[in-house]
Each structure stands twice: as structure tokens, then as C-alpha cells.
């Protein structure tokens, strides 16, 4: 059951019925990662301040987390704090934090019940003090949890991130650490943030707006992308699930054919790449 109608007839199932279905389809998503966008028109349609949307959003941050262990997902990140969000108004900022350190405060036992492994990426040395110990003492108290992989992108820009990699590569290639004629991707990406975690098969921006925002640059290069029109504090658990639904029906290629089989064969990589063979189908004169 895929395509438009597949979707149509799975939208008709209640929410439990909805997270087995949808499960029980399978190639389900290994690492999910939300743009979360729309709290502060959530808010100012309601007319209230910017921060209520953001407290509303955490209530949709525990039912992503719910329909992401229903689905059997193994990372979620979201995109909570931006590098550029520290142009916002400072006392919307300072609300911020306050209200990240208070919401790790009320939820860490709450993730140590599910089994959850907190992990940060971002300049979190950028957060004030007080932030950064809550993060800290709730990033040790859950390391040893097995199960879903809650990523946090705070004071996170993704061009800065490359950067730092790259840094962090140079100095490994000066200090004789490696061959710079034998450096590879897998050498780059252990200076990422995300090390360690497999890169985003699906990417959900909400609130319809349609772009990156600087948000996992080298991580999301195949990633499937999927625009919500719902304002982030009003996301389910249900639109999670849908959004996979959909990711199921589409067919990745990384960049290959349709149906395409790798071909890993000496003889063929020789047929495919020989010029003579080419000129003769071709009917090129030499």
C-alpha cells in the first residue's frame, strides 16, 4: 500500500492502528530530523507571546518521541536552537534557555523511563552556564540508555559545523596523523557533531516553510525531505507517522537508475568504461 491512496486509506486509521500499519510496512526511517517551525505564528494567531509557542512545542516534542518508539526509530534530531536564533530580541532568548533548562529538569526522568540517550550538536559552550550544567548532568545521566537517540541542535549552524570539521581534519593532517592523499569522507565526518549517529534518511520542516535553514548541510545530502503545513506545537504523533508513511512509498537512489544494480565487477566496470566499445554502439567514426 503505497503512493497517494495508500496514504488516503492509512489516514483514515485511528492512531494506534495507524503507528502498527505503518510499522509493519517496513524500511522505517533509521534517524528522523525535524525542522521545528511555526511556534511563534502558533502563538501570535492566538495572541499570546512568542514563548507560549514554544512551550507548546514541547508538548510536541513527547509525542514525536512516542510514535517515534512505536515506529522503532533509532535517532531523532531536533532542530531547536539555531547559530542565527542569537539575532532574536535577547529577552526572547534568555526565555529561551530558561525554559530549556527547565524543561530538562522536568523530563529527564521521564526519558530515563523510555530508555532514551541524550546526545548535543552545536556550540553548546555558547548556552549560559546555568544551561549548559542541566544539559550536561541529563546528557551523562542517560548515556547508558540503549534505546532512542534523542539529538538536540543547539547554538547549531550547519555551515559552522563543516567548518569545525574541517579544522579538526587540517590538524590531524599537520600533527602527521593522517596522509592528506588518503583522507576520506568517513575521516571528515568523525569532526561532525553527529559521529556516530547514521545520517537522516528523513528530514520534516514544519509550518510549510520549504528550506534547510543551515540545518545538517553534509548529513541531509540524501536525505528525503517532506514539507508539513502544521505549525510545529500543533505536530502529532499521527503527522510522524504519515510523514513516514510517505518517505516508505518513495524510491531512493542516490543518485543511480530506477531498478539500477551496482555493478562491482571488474569485467564490468571495464565493458562500461571501454571507448572502443562506445564508439562501435554509437557508430562514431574515429
Known sequence: MSGPAGIEALSRLGDDALLEAVRARGCV???VAVIMDGNGRWARRRCLPRVAGHRAGRHAVRRCLDACGHLGIEALTLYTFSQENFNRPEAEVKALWHFLQETIGAERDELQRRN???????EIERLPERAQVALQDAVSALGANT????NLALAYGGRQEILRAAHR?????ATGELDPAAVTEADFEQGLYTAGLPDPDL????????RLSNFLLWQCAYAELLISPVLWPDFTGRDLA???AEYQGRERRFGALPGQQPIDRP?????????ERWRRLLKVRP
Open 267 to 275: 569485467a564490468e566496470v571495464a565493458a562500461v568504461l571501454d571507448p
Open 242 to 244: 504519515l510523514a513516514v
Open 116 to 122: 532514551v540517550r541524550l546526545v548535543t550538536s552545536g
Open 169 to 173: 581534519l587540517a590538524l590531524r593532517v
Open 29 to 31: 526511517p533509521r534517524h
Open 147 to 150: 534505546g532512542l537517540v534523542l
Open 203 to 210: 528530514v520534516i520542516r514544519t509550518s510549510g516553510e520549504a
